[in-house]
């Protein structure tokens, strides 16, 4: 059974910093793209970051460029997101998801997600 449970979320004051983890189980995801996306509440899923397969090609939303980074342990099949510089319009449930290989922005890429965790940046 594939399995994406991501951990790391909670309340946070802005500038602060978080750093969110996703454990995957299951499958071999070593040639898959890694992504995280949020959702606020009452708007669209987006895009938040993507990570290669190789860990080596990664790729922003303009509005977390500077502030968060992606990475992966390969050998562990976990996908991380440092978040610095926390910003109130960052509070969304942030979801970890695993897809196709060439797999970028778009959130029809990506075959497998987690349950999400909520990150919360008070002003």
């Known amino acids: 059974q594939v399995q994406l449970v991501e951990s790391g979320g909670g309340l946070v004051q802005a500038g602060g910093s978080l750093r969110l983890s996703c454990a995957a189980s299951?499958?071999?995801?070593?040639?898959?793209?890694m992504g995280w996306f949020r959702q606020a509440r009452g708007k669209e899923r987006e895009f938040v970051a993507r990570i290669g397969w190789s860990g080596g090609s990664t790729y922003y939303a303009d509005f977390v460029k500077g502030r968060f980074t992606i990475s992966r342990v390969s050998a562990k099949n976990t996908v991380y997101l440092q978040m610095n510089s926390l910003k109130p319009e960052d509070t969304a449930v942030y979801y970890c998801a695993a897809g196709r290989r060439l797999a970028v922005v778009d959130g029809r890429d990506y075959d497998y997600w987690g349950q999400g965790t909520q990150v919360t940046v008070s002003s």
């Open positions: 299951g499958r071999d995801f070593s040639s898959s793209a």
